[in-house]
């Protein structure tokens, strides 16, 4: 069974590949987006390039991009960024993949973009994760899900069909993470795996 991994950054695993800067267009699926981190005085330049490798066709989504309240670049340049991003998402139709680190709360401002908006990596309290479904946002859950307790008990009142499961930039097995989240969810693998192909059609081809 081929397992879905959301969010990777290994060549060749079966789901998004999120794309580097001044990396080369890979033949395979993946994901073109100016991480926080990655913002330098030529973002510009840098947001226009990720705008011309977004239109192909394997480019099946914007990000990782977002807000980072734990890194030293200006939030408002951060915010407007982000915004940048959405608008291009939202006019070449393509969902977008967050990463938020601390900042919540500006996030949830763009819950009505005509997009689907997937968080990544989702580590945080109940609360939140409410917050951001009941505004209609996805979640993806990557490594911290197979250990942290609060996260699980999160994961196993969590619609599934609003949720993803990732590596990140973990150095893991997914199988591990569908192994341990159907046992969460009460569920077979399979119908763990069906699922998340399912939801990854949805943000594809939604609307
Ligand atoms: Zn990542």
């Not at 069906?194 to 059609?201: A, G, H, V």
Request: charged share 30%; aromatic share 10%; hydrophobic share 40%.
């Amino acid at each position: 069974m081929k397992f879905l991994d959301f969010h990777h950054h290994k060549r060749g695993a079966a789901g998004i590949y999120n794309l580097d800067l001044n990396e080369e267009t890979p033949s395979s699926r993946f994901s073109a987006g100016l991480h926080p981190k990655d913002i330098s005085p030529s973002w510009k330049s840098d947001f226009e390039k990720i705008k011309k490798i977004s239109l192909s066709e394997n480019c099946l989504a914007i990000g990782e991009c977002g807000i980072d309240g734990l890194i030293d670049i200006d939030e408002k340049l951060q915010n407007d960024i982000f915004q940048a991003h959405v608008s291009w998402a939202e006019e070449i139709r393509k969902p977008i993949i967050i990463h938020c680190v601390r900042r919540f709360s500006q996030i949830l401002h763009y819950k009505n973009a005509k997009i689907p908006l997937i968080i990544h990596g989702f580590n945080k309290k109940e609360t939140i994760a409410k917050e951001l479904l009941d505004a209609g946002f996805f979640l993806s859950f990557g490594k911290a899900a197979s250990d942290n307790l609060s996260l699980q008990k999160l994961i196993k009142d969590f619609p599934l069909q609003k949720m993803f499961l990732e590596t990140d930039n973990a150095d893991f097995d997914i199988a591990m993470l569908y192994e341990k989240v159907s046992a969460i969810k009460n569920i077979s693998e399979e119908e763990l795996s069906r699922q998340m192909w399912e939801n990854l059609e949805n943000v594809i081809y939604y609307g």
